[in-house]
């Protein structure tokens, strides 16, 4: 199926069960969820993960390569109910064709949304206008910490910025 249809029909799902045309998020898992469901390193997620705000239909918006078991999604995203997130899209691909910004920048002709991700390079490839682009930059130890992205429009948060955004209360989690 082209991914223009799975944009279009992940789209209705929303607009009927969440009776939205409004914005919602998209939220990267590795590098940005995980700050407070964990799943990093050994695989542990929290057991009783903080909840996120509910002002507005929130997506975990993951990649995850085909190989790669099918058990690690279930898991992302039963902690991710727990957490307050309504749903979970996957892709298998991150990059390029049919990889995570073909399928935003799809997506964003059926719905406005606000998309977190810690990949400054998906971020400028997601370039259409109902897209609220923001980069949450790594941590310093990160290899990926001042790889910054090159699009102007791409707003550029903290890791604690975005934990005290989308999370009801303003506490780290343990991870």
Not at 52 to 71: A, C, D, G, M, V
Not at 135 to 161: G, R, Y
């Amino acid at each position: 199926m082209p991914i223009s249809e799975i944009a279009q029909k992940i789209y209705e799902i929303i607009r009927t069960s969440y009776q939205t045309e409004e914005i919602i998020n998209l939220i990267d898992f590795g590098g940005v969820a995980e700050h407070f469901l964990g799943g990093r390193g050994d695989n542990i997620y929290v057991e009783n993960p903080p909840r996120i705000q509910q002002t507005i239909p929130s997506f975990i918006f993951s990649f995850l390569p085909s190989n790669q078991k099918f058990e690690e999604s279930t898991i992302m995203h039963e902690t991710g109910l727990k957490s307050g997130f309504v749903g979970t899209i996957i892709t298998t691909k991150k990059f390029g064709s049919k990889g995570k910004s073909d399928f935003a920048n799809e997506f964003a002709k059926w719905i406005h949304f606000n998309y977190y991700d810690d990949t400054s390079s998906l971020l400028d490839e997601s370039n259409q206008p109902s897209i609220n682009r923001f980069w949450v930059q790594p941590d310093a130890i990160s290899e990926f910490h001042n790889t910054f992205p090159t699009d102007k429009h791409v707003q550029i948060i903290t890791i604690p910025q975005f934990l005290t955004s989308i999370l009801e209360s303003s506490l780290l989690a343990p991870v």
